[in-house]
């Protein structure tokens, strides 16, 4: 069977999505955001709950929201959970947020990114492979990221077609994965599809990540750690504009196909601290010589850290219609205004309190809420 001219058929009156991942940063805005927009789809959440997955994401979801969502412990790299699940339920499509995503993480630690980005998605991608009944109503959405590229220079744009050049062993992986993806669509006529995005911000980011670390750093009168001169660039996407992209990508696009989804948002990181530390004094009133740029400390680069990404989102933006919502001063504003709302949120992923109710709640593998 040719998938290349299928698109999904949207008329069914329930549509039953396995999210990979989902309790982490971006899955999480994904799922609560989906729930809203999208009252046919039923999703299950299926997450292992590493130090970034916080299932406690979910626990203010109204009644209706709550009715199309259900949540599952497991690994995507345990091929029997998957079985067990995709022999449950006919799902409709498989969107795959799991993964491995911190850069000096995986410097530290190469081999849970291979096993997790690598190893895992393989086992996804046959264990939807196998039970998927008709590629006319079934998606995969791998969700990938612009690092696989590598780094550009001062001009240019990442687009579709830019040739791969991981630098670190996190873009590396998740290069592979994306191959591996590629590779079932093109043996198997698998209707795999790929987005690569640009750096996301905004709510339920775990704090370890530039926009939320300086967040938290500002606010706790703490030093502003910057890598190297901080003149690295960005490209910037408000995680709700990611979330419907993927929306469009999953129900609108081509199966084989490689999206690229950017912010049009670059900044250098310095500049990107510069600014928080201007409205969150502008919010905590702190002027003259208590102005938080005096917290800037520039410390030494990490290894192979790559100078610029930029995304060309022509493609996603012609052939399926999306564009970003929010501009980036916007988006900072409900980021800020987000962390300093769930200040008890940001405790208790950084205290690691919500592990102790993770291990209470599951002290059997693969136990469901």
């Known amino acids: 069977m040719n998938t290349h001219s299928f698109k999904l058929d949207n008329t069914m009156a329930k549509r039953n999505i396995l999210v990979t991942g989902g309790s982490g940063f971006i899955g999480t805005n994904f799922i609560r955001h989906a729930l809203k927009i999208r009252p046919d789809w039923e999703i299950l959440n299926l997450d ?124 590396a992986s998740k290069a592979s994965s994306d191959h591996l993806a590629k590779a079932y669509f093109c043996t198997y006529d698998f209707p795999a599809i790929i987005t690569n995005c640009s750096n996301n911000y905004g709510p339920y980011q775990f704090p370890e990540k530039l926009i939320p670390l300086m967040i938290m750093n500002i606010i706790e009168d703490k030093p502003l750690p910057v890598y190297g001169n901080g003149k690295n660039i960005r ?41 928080l530390c201007k409205l969150l004094d502008e919010r905590l009133q702190r002027t003259g010589k208590e102005t938080s740029c005096n917290l800037i400390e520039f410390v030494t680069d990490r290894p192979g850290h790559d100078k610029r990404y930029a995304i060309d989102s022509k493609k996603i933006r012609e052939k399926l219609g ?43 593998r693969g136990k469901s809420l």
């Open 48 to 171: 292992a709950l590493t130090y970034a997955g916080n299932p406690l994401n979910f626990d203010d979801l109204n009644e209706d929201n709550r009715r199309n969502y259900k949540f599952a412990k497991g690994n995507i790299k345990d091929s029997q959970k998957l079985n067990e699940i995709f022999s449950q339920t006919n799902f409709h499509g498989v969107i795959n947020f799991a993964a491995e995503s911190h850069v000096d993480r995986s410097i530290a630690k190469p081999d849970e990114f291979i096993e997790t980005n690598v190893t895992g998605t393989f086992r996804l991608l046959e264990a939807s492979r196998k039970f998927c009944k008709s590629t006319r109503d079934f998606r995969f959405i791998h969700i990938s990221t612009d690092e696989v590229f590598g780094s550009l220079g001062s001009e240019g744009y990442f687009t579709e077609t830019t040739p791969y050049n991981p630098s670190s062993p996190y873009s």
């Open 235 to 275: 490209d910037w996407l408000y995680v709700i504009d990611h979330c419907e992209a993927i929306i469009k990508v999953f129900e609108e696009g081509t199966p084989g196909e490689t999206y690229n989804v950017g912010g049009n948002a670059e900044k250098q990181n310095i500049d990107i601290v510069h600014l």
């Open 322 to 364: 999306w564009k970003p919502r929010f501009d980036f001063m916007e988006g900072m504003k409900l980021t800020i205004d987000w962390y300093l709302d769930n200040m008890k949120w940001v405790e208790s992923v950084r205290s690691g309190t919500y592990r102790e109710w993770i291990d209470t709640n599951y002290k059997d």
